[in-house]
């Protein structure tokens, strides 16, 4: 059985990205702030991690920072994987606000995250949010402990929580060794 240790990524500096107007994922390329900076720190410190054998990170700045910091601290390879990417609100990707950002958030939680039938959604399913994350874990297996440096929301739906905390371990138990 592998153990996942699911590490949601350190508070993020949204004031980085607003001056730019950038649409859809270019508010992911947001590095952590100083304060993120320290409760990735704090993170590194719990003894879980030091059993670990690799880090896992979403390709988005603040997870790679989360994962950087992370491998300093435990010496440890981190391996950059696509599918742990966030949630995608927009599939289009042009979003272009937090406060559409948001209504998109809330018309796949009025859903349940499933496209209701005959109806074309922006947002991307849970099914599809599943899959791929489940998809990039079952890649894993061999390991006994894994770090996987991402996000709350893919995390969340993983493990049925949508209070995961910056910085926060979630232990994840797969099938495997």
Not at 20 to 37: C, E, I, Y
Not at 97 to 123: C, I, Q
Not at 141 to 154: D, L, N, P, Q
Not at 160 to 168: L, S, V
Request: hydrophobic share 30%; no cysteine.
């Amino acid at each position: 059985m592998t153990i996942f240790y699911l590490i949601r990524h350190g508070e993020p500096d949204w004031h980085t990205y607003k001056p730019l107007n950038l649409k859809g994922n270019g508010r992911d390329l947001v590095p952590l702030t100083s304060h993120g900076r320290s409760q990735i720190l704090e993170t590194a410190e719990d003894p879980r991690l030091g059993r670990a054998e690799l880090i896992l990170s979403s390709p988005y700045t603040r997870a790679m920072q989360t994962a950087a910091i992370l491998s300093r601290r435990l010496d440890l390879d981190i391996a950059v994987e696509y599918d742990l990417r966030e949630w995608q609100p927009d599939l289009t990707f042009e979003y272009n606000s937090e406060e559409r950002m948001r209504e998109l958030r809330d018309d796949y939680n009025r859903y349940g995250g499933t496209h209701p039938a005959g109806e074309r959604k922006l947002w991307e399913s849970r099914d599809s949010l599943l899959r791929r994350i489940e998809g990039v874990l079952d890649r894993y297996r061999e390991y006994s402990k894994v770090i996987v440096a991402g996000h709350g929301t893919i995390f969340g739906t993983l493990v049925g929580r949508a209070d995961i905390a910056q910085g926060e371990i979630v232990e994840y138990e797969g099938y495997g060794k």
